[in-house]
């Protein structure tokens, strides 16, 4: 008889409060805490069943096991048996995500909350989130596991705006939702600046954060920021929560470059871009904010009324983007 396929589909998300530095990086406990919006259009699914041998498939290729992508989520199914006190057995994974490859998304959050969904659905023969639960396992639980493989991948489990307090210690530190995705229809509109590959990756990163003489500074603002992004929140203020958003992406970028050697992601189009966005919303009262990740690329976000006249204005400019908004969180089924 066939295997069951146990099958994730979770969602990327952009942060607006930024998860950069750690911690302690090996219990991948952050140095503050992160606020984000989960995507509709950006998701990863993954189907895992049991097989003879261990299989990864990425986007319909099979993977070699030294490849780097299969070898991290190798390391992460070797955790998750242990976190499950399973002896490890085959796995066949395929895995792909509905946006393109490096378009400046960051597949690492969806792809680790659906690996770790589908795995752990898998080894507990649970075909749906009703049987987790009955299991004793909470979607905080496999947040806080999927979370040990990267670390935004724990604010994909809810939909809407989602929380990553940083806590105390690694063992309290949490992410949980704050509000559903209906209460405020935000939309981000992905400015594709440049798609070339990352100079480096965040989880190297990340660890140069302390480096920064900026960094400290940083921490010790964050909770005003944090407390006035909750309030908009609350709120659906865009004009609070917008400036915000940009001081806080530039911030993060103020830590990456005050590092030795800097680490820069933005280039001279991204400054262009950020220049003519201010332009459209200071002289034309365009109501759109910008919010960037570790790379060059603009997330344009806005809501739903303004969105005609921003692609518009893109689409004479011959920009590429792609288009987002909140959405819901992950999903779980199974296929004989
Ligand atoms: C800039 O979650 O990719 O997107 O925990 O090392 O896997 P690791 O890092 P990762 O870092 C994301 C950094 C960011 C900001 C954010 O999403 O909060």
Redesign the pocket.
């Given at each position: 008889m066939a295997a069951t396929v146990y099958l994730a589909e979770a969602p990327s998300?952009i942060?607006f409060l930024?998860?950069?530095g750690?911690a302690d990086a090996a219990a991948?406990w952050p140095a503050n805490d992160?606020l984000?919006m989960t995507l509709r259009n950006a998701r990863t699914e993954t189907s895992v069943q049991r097989s003879a041998q261990s299989e990864f498939y990425f986007n319909g290729h099979k993977l070699s096991s030294q490849d780097p992508f299969a070898q991290k989520a190798m390391r992460h199914l070797a955790f998750l048996f242990d976190m499950l006190e399973e002896t490890p057995i085959h796995l066949r994974i395929e895995t792909k995500n509905t946006f393109p490859d490096s378009c400046g998304i960051?597949s690492?959050?969806s792809g680790m909350a659906a690996l770790t969904l589908a795995t752990v659905a898998c080894l507990l023969e649970a075909p749906s989130w009703d049987s987790l639960t009955e299991q004793g396992i909470s979607r905080a639980q496999l947040a806080s596991w999927a979370?040990k493989?990267?670390?935004?991948?724990c604010r994909s489990f809810w939909g809407g705006f989602v929380a990553w307090e940083a806590a105390a210690g690694p063992a309290s530190q949490r992410a949980y939702p704050l509000f559903p995705a209906e209460h405020w229809r935000l939309c981000d509109i992905l400015l594709l600046i440049s798609i070339a590959p990352k100079i480096i990756s965040?989880?190297q990163g990340?660890l140069t954060a302390w480096d920064s003489p900026l960094f400290l500074p940083r921490l010790s603002g964050l909770p005003t920021r944090k407390r006035a992004m909750l309030e908009a929140l609350a709120t659906q203020d865009l004009s609070q929560l917008g400036p915000l958003l940009e001081q806080e992406a530039l911030e993060?970028h103020s830590i990456m470059l005050s590092v030795e050697p800097p680490i820069c992601y933005l280039t001279a189009d991204t400054s262009a871009w950020i220049v003519q966005v201010r332009r459209w919303r200071q002289e034309e009262g365009l109501e759109v904010y910008f919010t960037i990740?570790?790379g060059p690329n603009l997330h344009l976000i806005c809501e739903p009324a303004a969105k005609p006249a921003l692609l518009s204005r893109l689409a004479q400019a011959n920009a590429q983007w792609l288009e987002d908004e909140v959405g819901t969180g992950p999903t779980l089924c199974t296929r004989r």
């Open positions: 998300n942060a930024k998860y950069w750690k991948q992160s984000s960051a690492s959050a979370r493989g990267s670390g935004s991948a965040s989880s990340h993060m990740d570790a």
